[in-house]
């Protein structure tokens, strides 16, 4: 739990370049959808290139739940892979409000099949327009937390469709049973916030009171992931504290989501449907409705019945089902391009997701015992696993 919430302390991040050309480039929308004022900041979609002067592969990198393509983890592994001779292209995840306005031909992103869809022809975009900067000479395709399981995915719809030749295929840290996984999200706020959602801002002003307390009376307070490791080695971050921390950010992450979906949709779980939110209207009620939803509720609330509007039929087992790894095992196990990686104690695996991934996977699977979920990316042996497990 702490190494998921402090990530790598300086001392044990590997030693990466420090420029590499990083560059934002627009896309055109792909869907056509007027944009609500209330979303317009996120507009437009980017996604994010550090591109080789020579020619190289290109690996495409997808973000993890509600991360952009400018994420600090997305830099990280775009880094590490330019280094061993890939241009790097990171996009945005399903579960972001640019993705969900610019790229999702369903605005209610949970639903694999449809999100890989759209990842699909956002790939195919992204190619393209990479081709302008750089000459690309073979296409991989990677990703971390959620989006290492939508790389998986999207992996198995190219290989039968034909629609992309990969060479290599990256999952770092993947959810295996995206339901199962997310259920213990909503379990580590409710269990560890006294009070639940409404006790938040109470936990969020002892966790300040005790970072600026650990990190020295005078001193100016950074923000910063050492400023955590201090509080965690002073004794003065609980277990709890810890893991309550982690749920608030998912649950952060899921506000923004179902804000955008029912204000695309109109189907009043958030935004009232007679409401016309305008750019600069106050939307504390809005979110504060949003910020309520669990995971489990943003699936019967919102997900479920928009999959069941008009003549279209979805069942809440077939959607945890579709979403499954196992729902592909044989397809995983067979291709041998597929290369994983994660930790024993990942707090979005159970110990049963972590004997399939052995079982699957085998050698090509790289397991270390401690890290929680994504909290050693940046360590020297973590990078040097992902650039061995992609040398071009």
């Not at 998921?4 to 420090?18: E, F, H, M, R, V």
């Not at 280094?83 to 409000?97: D, N, Q, R």
């Not at 695309?264 to 600069?280: C, E, H, I, W």
């Not at 729902?327 to 994983?340: E, P, T, V, Y």
Request: with cysteine; glycine share 8%.
């Amino acid at each position: 739990m702490a190494a998921t919430i402090l990530g790598t302390p300086s001392a044990q991040q590997a030693k990466l370049p420090d420029d590499v050309p990083i560059n934002r480039h627009k896309l055109a929308p792909l869907v056509e959808r007027s944009t609500p004022p209330t979303l317009a900041y996120a507009r437009p979609m980017h996604y994010v290139l550090a591109a080789q002067p020579q020619s190289a592969p290109l690996m495409v990198l997808i973000a993890g739940t509600g991360a952009g393509a400018n994420s600090a983890k997305c830099k990280t592994l775009l880094r590490a892979l330019y280094e061993v001779g890939y241009s790097v292209a990171c996009l945005p995840s399903p579960t972001s409000v640019s993705f969900i306005l610019g790229a999702a031909e369903h605005p209610v992103p949970g639903r694999m099949s449809s999100d890989v869809a759209s990842l699909s022809r956002l790939l195919r975009r992204v190619r393209a327009d990479a081709a302008r900067h750089t000459t690309i000479t073979s296409l991989s395709v990677g990703g971390y937390s959620l989006g290492a399981t939508e790389a998986a995915f999207l992996a198995r719809r190219a290989s039968q469709r034909g629609t992309f030749e990969f060479e290599h295929v990256l999952l770092i840290n993947p959810a295996v049973s995206v339901w199962d996984s997310v259920q213990r999200m909503d379990r580590l706020l409710a269990d560890n916030i006294p009070g639940g959602i409404e006790g938040t801002p109470a936990f969020i002003a002892r966790a300040l009171g005790k970072l600026k307390t650990a990190y020295g009376h005078g001193k100016p307070l950074s923000f910063s992931t050492e400023a955590l490791y201090r509080m965690y080695r002073s004794g003065r971050a609980s277990q709890r504290e810890l893991a309550g921390g982690v749920g608030l950010v998912f649950r952060l992450a899921l506000a923004n989501m179902a804000y955008a979906a029912d204000t695309l949709t109109n189907l009043g779980v958030v935004v009232p449907q007679s409401a016309r939110m305008g750019r600069y209207q106050r939307r504390g009620a809005a979110m504060h409705r949003a910020f309520e939803l669990s995971f489990g509720q943003y699936v019967h609330k919102l997900l479920l019945p928009y999959w069941n509007r008009g003549q279209r039929h979805l069942t809440f087992e077939q959607l945890k089902r579709e979403n499954s790894l196992r729902s592909i095992a044989g397809f995983l196990q067979r291709d041998k391009r597929i290369r994983a990686m994660t930790n024993a104690d990942d707090i979005i695996l159970s110990k049963g997701d972590v004997a399939f991934l052995r079982r699957t996977f085998g050698t090509r699977l790289k397991i270390r015992p401690h890290g929680g979920h994504m909290g050693n990316l940046s360590s020297r042996q973590t990078i040097r696993d992902i650039q061995q497990a992609v040398a071009p």
